[in-house]
């Protein structure tokens, strides 16, 4: 099982990214999804998290601006940022419970961090 993540990158104030994880391999079901991110000096903090029925939880630091999403067909999740904010700079790393036929009660995965620049 792996993690893909895309869409980090150098943005705005004030604009917008969206950011892509997709899931690959011997994949029965995932449970939860979500994207942490850690900023230099500082702990890995969750920044939004999606059951598989859609339900949500946010950090504070984000509500109103970030729009998590899943495409459950796909085994994707996305983090849409609206209006981010310098200190939303970090680099973010999606995560996956998921299960398998080695792990029947999931297992979490991680990807690859994306760096996402926020800078005028």
């Known amino acids: 099982v792996q993690l893909q993540a895309s869409g980090g990158g150098l943005v705005q104030p004030g604009g917008s990214l969206r950011l892509s994880c997709a899931a690959s391999?011997?994949?029965?079901?995932?449970?939860?999804m979500g994207w942490y991110r850690q900023a230099p000096g500082k702990q890995r903090e969750l920044v939004a998290a999606i059951t598989r029925g859609g339900s949500t939880n946010y950090a504070d630091s984000v509500k109103g601006r970030f729009t998590i999403s899943r495409d459950n067909a796909k085994n994707t999740v996305y983090l849409q940022m609206n209006s981010p904010k310098p200190e939303d700079t970090a680099v973010y790393y999606c995560n996956a419970n998921i299960v398998t036929m080695t792990y029947s009660y999931g297992m979490d995965y991680w990807g690859k961090g994306t760096l996402v620049t926020v800078s005028s």
């Open positions: 391999g011997s994949i029965l079901s995932i449970n939860v």
